[in-house]
């Protein structure tokens, strides 16, 4: 596995990052993912059909770049994010977090002590199976993960501004959709009131030395997160560009045949 985690290192230097979601579990495609220059991929645990194991393997295919996996869990418990990073992932995130305690509890499983509570076996991936120069690795360790809470739904986005003040967070992930659906324009993405709480939302992160990132499901929408401060940009999802590629080409076919 790597040992930098080139994401982490870009955000940290003010830039940003822009990525994708990937919801195949399919190692080849994240190699393909990786190699077209993205800076990171999103291994979505909670809707795609992915396993441990086929994670741990996604990873094998993914590091042959600076491309960043991250692990999007859907539940938030200790163990669950320990196995998760077991696999060598230099970051989660995790879903449904709707209060600071939820983000506390995130930050300590994903930590080593004295800065968390996560537990510890050397004989893991993530340590190269060996117990050899432990102490710097776990150091190395905290260093390297990159921590991001998806703050989803109404009660959640209320919350933020406690959420923020969370120590050793990275990332704040805004759920769009579920953003529209609270201001009462459900889909509507575009719609004013929905830019105008993206551009407060993002200034309450970012005010915070956080990172504040979401989703753009258009190339107008990329410009629209880019022009509102967003600097976690992901790009839909590995399916969904699939699909969206051989329908177009589909299309270009049945023009011929008129």
Known sequence: ???????????????????????????????????????????????????????????????????????????????????????????????????????????????????????????????????????????????????????EGEKGLGNLESIVNVPGLDMVYLGIYDISLALGVPGDLNHPKVVKYLKDSVKVIEDKGLVAGSVAPTKEYIKLLYDTGFRFIAYRVDCAVLRQGFVQARGWFDALEG
């Open 1 to 151: 596995m790597r040992d930098q985690n080139d994401m982490k290192a870009k955000l940290k230097s003010g830039k940003r990052v822009f990525g994708t979601w990937s919801m195949l579990g399919s190692p080849s495609a994240t190699n393909v993912i990786s190699q077209a220059d993205m800076d990171f991929i999103i291994l979505d645990m909670e809707h795609g059909p992915m396993s441990f194991e086929t994670v741990e393997r996604q990873l094998y295919f993914g590091e042959s770049s600076a491309c960043t996996p991250i692990i999007r869990l859907g539940v938030k418990d200790e163990p669950t994010i320990l196995r998760a990073l077991e696999t060598g992932a230099h970051g989660i995130m995790a879903s449904h977090v709707v209060t600071a305690e939820d983000a506390k509890g995130v930050v300590q499983a994903a930590l080593y002590p004295p800065e968390g509570s996560r537990g510890l076996s050397p004989f893991t991936r993530n340590h190269g199976y060996s117990e050899e120069n432990l102490p710097a690795k776990l150091k190395k360790a905290n260093e390297e993960m990159f921590i991001g809470v998806l703050v």
